[in-house]
């Protein structure tokens, strides 16, 4: 099993950025490719960003390319996503999981381990 607790989220002005951390322990974090997922109030999750397990390929929800960034530091057993330009419709809860190999980025259905969130709130 992997533990994983998300952090950095906040209160910002719509423009502002924020970067979130999640921060894995127990199983070889390098084994998974990551993603983040965001959850709005009365919506479902939905996927923002994901990254294989070196680093080298990223995957992004349209409505976050050119504003946000996902990365990750195996040797820190972490994955960040850096979020510029945040806009109101970023207000949401943010998760990270590890995917299922050989599955899709995009679904919610290919990832596990949930952390338990953290909170962005973007003001207009």
Same mark, same amino acid.
């Given at each position: 099993?992997?533990?994983?607790?998300?952090?950095?989220?906040?209160?910002?002005?719509?423009?502002?950025?924020?970067?979130?951390?999640?921060?894995?322990?127990?199983?070889?974090?390098?084994? =998974?490719?990551?993603?983040?997922?965001?959850?709005?109030?009365?919506?479902?999750?939905?996927?923002?960003?994901?990254?294989?397990?070196?680093?080298?390929?990223? =995957?992004?929800?349209?409505?976050?390319?050119?504003?946000?960034?996902?990365?990750?530091?195996?040797?820190?057993? &972490?994955?960040?996503?850096?979020?510029?330009?945040?806009?109101?419709?970023?207000?949401?809860? =943010?998760?990270?999981? &590890?995917?299922?190999?050989?599955?899709?980025? =995009?679904?919610?259905?290919?990832?596990?381990?949930?952390?338990?969130?953290?909170?962005?709130?973007?003001?207009?």
């Amino acid at each position: 099993q992997v533990q994983l607790v998300e952090s950095g989220g906040g209160l910002v002005q719509a423009g502002g950025s924020l970067r979130l951390s999640c921060v894995a322990s127990g199983r070889t974090f390098s084994n =998974y490719a990551m993603g983040w997922f965001r959850q709005a109030p009365g919506k479902e999750r939905e996927f923002v960003a994901g990254i294989n397990w070196s680093g080298g390929s990223s =995957y992004y929800a349209d409505s976050a390319k050119g504003r946000f960034t996902i990365s990750r530091v195996n040797a820190e057993n &972490t994955v960040y996503l850096q979020m510029n330009s945040l806009k109101p419709e970023d207000t949401a809860v =943010y998760y990270c999981g &590890t995917k299922t190999p050989w599955d899709t980025y =995009y679904s919610e259905s290919s990832y596990g381990n949930w952390g338990q969130g953290t909170q962005v709130t973007v003001s207009s």
